[in-house]
T-cell receptor
Framework: DSGVTQTPKHLITATGQRVTLRCSPR?????VYWYQQSLDQGLQFLIQ???????AKGNILERFSAQQFPDLHSELNLSSLELGDSALYFC????????????FGPGTRLLVL | QQQVKQSPQSLIVQKGGIPIINCAYE??????FPWYQQFPGKGPALLIA?????SEKKEGRFTISFNKSAKQFSLHIMDSQPGDSATYFC??????????FGTGTRLKVLA
């Protein structure tokens, strides 16, 4: 158990809908990272937050947004969902801004029908 | 330039064998190279990591070899066991805290 929690575990929704994925980092960790894992793309870095501020941005679509709240939990919002958004979404946390050791959560499996 | 190329895509070895997974990168600004192990239904877990000023790092049965001039690094698993069957990802960290992951290698160790 990494200490990172993600909810929900599974999510099934329809195209055009909007969903919110939630992540609680390990106690004391200030950085949260979001990744998308699909079969043909591997792990794609989406975005990083550090203590409430956006720190780095990867291949995150404009339809996706994220934020980190004062209690350090983070939410990833996916809107106008398309079939291709079906994937596993992982959250990871680390203690320092540079995040040498990232601890991954169990993931949220999203299926868009 | 932001890619990390990982090979092979899959690997099958006998118990006790030494699987080797290779990764190559282009961006010389990468400063940290971790390897992750992922079991089905779980998130990736850090296995071992290396910085570019070190040519080799060993932790238990896992060894990273790093060739800075060739911009390549590899993971060796000594005395592999069926319990090592998993997907392995290499990664590289850029100066702006972005992590670029390889596409993964699915390893199967036969009993």
């Amino acid at each position: 158990d990494s200490g990172v929690t993600q909810t929900p575990k599974h999510l099934i929704t329809a195209t055009g809908q909007r969903v919110t994925l939630r992540c609680s980092p390990r106690s004391g960790d200030l950085s949260v990272y979001w990744y998308q894992q699909s079969l043909d793309q591997g792990l794609q870095f989406l975005i990083q937050y550090y203590n409430g501020e956006e720190r780095a941005k990867g291949n995150i679509l404009e339809r996706f947004s994220a934020q980190q709240f004062p209690d350090l939990h983070s939410e990833l919002n996916l809107s106008s969902l398309e079939l291709g958004d079906s994937a596993l979404y992982f959250c990871a946390s680390s203690g320092q801004g540079g995040g040498e050791t990232q601890y991954f959560g169990p993931g949220t499996r999203l299926l868009v029908l | 330039q932001q890619q990390v190329k990982q090979s092979p895509q899959s690997l099958i070895v006998q118990k006790g064998g030494i699987p080797i997974i290779n990764c190559a990168y282009e961006n010389t600004a990468f400063d940290y190279f971790p390897w992750y192990q992922q079991f089905p239904g779980k998130g990736p877990a850090l296995l071992i990591a290396i910085r570019p000023d070190v040519s080799e790092k060993k932790e238990g049965r896992f060894t990273i070899s790093f060739n800075k001039s060739a911009k390549q690094f590899s993971l060796h698993i000594m005395d592999s066991q069926p319990g090592d069957s998993a997907t392995y990802f290499c990664a590289a960290r850029g100066g702006t805290y972005k992590y670029i992951f390889g596409t993964g290698t699915r390893l199967k160790v036969l009993a």
